[in-house]
């Protein structure tokens, strides 16, 4: 210890009340990998979602609790379904109700902004898939990732990056959805300028 050091040390303990300059830690630290994260928190998040969003699964909120702790985890929508008993497509829904996207699930067999600009210009699901040559339940499916898609970028993957915050997981998982939210922003800033100087 240097004089200065010393010097406040002894200042501290003349005007401070303690013994000591430090106190023990003893308490155990955890880990970042245990609890499979805050159940609470999760739970606040879906709460406000379903205030905001109109979700197309009947899944209570502990399962819904359930498929971001899983999702997070690294696991897929087959594990999750079976390990509440219920579709793997419930799951899919679940997930895109809560704007967790999956790489795979841009992964069509069609151009999403085709269809994106079909819906956009208020085409119905018979006559978008008669358009793209597409069977109609291919255009309800791709219509939910889009409309996912599109409200987490109307709030900035709020939601998601709250749930990910509520899950210790989801950093050490490497389960984000890079590639989903970069096709997305691909297509919102198609024909804008990027060679800007200063």
Do not use: C, W
Not at 47 to 64: G, I, P, Q, V
Not at 121 to 146: F, K
Request: glycine residues 6%.
């Amino acid at each position: 210890m240097d004089e200065k050091t010393e010097e406040l040390r002894d200042i501290f303990m003349d005007v401070s009340e303690e013994e000591t300059v430090t106190e023990q830690q003893d308490d155990d630290r955890g880990s970042l990998t245990e609890g499979g994260g805050d159940a609470a928190q999760i739970a606040d998040v879906i709460a406000e979602m379903r205030d905001r969003y109109e979700f197309s699964t009947e899944l209570a909120d502990d399962d819904l609790v359930r498929v971001v702790r899983d999702y997070f985890d690294g696991s897929s929508d087959a594990t999750i379904a079976d390990d509440l008993g219920v579709a793997r497509d419930t799951v899919v829904r679940a997930r895109l109700d809560l704007h967790l996207l999956r790489d795979r699930d841009t992964d069509a067999p069609i151009e999403l902004s085709a269809l994106r600009e079909q819906l956009d210009d208020g085409a119905t699901t018979s006559d978008a898939a008669d358009a793209l040559d597409i069977s109609e339940s291919t255009v309800r499916r791709y219509r939910r990732v889009l409309d996912a898609q599109a409200e987490s970028r109307r709030v900035s993957e709020r939601f998601h990056s709250e749930l990910a915050d509520a899950t210790p997981d989801a950093d050490l998982s490497g389960r984000m959805t890079d590639e989903a939210t970069e096709d997305g922003l691909e297509d919102a800033t198609e024909g804008m300028e990027t060679n800007v100087s200063f």
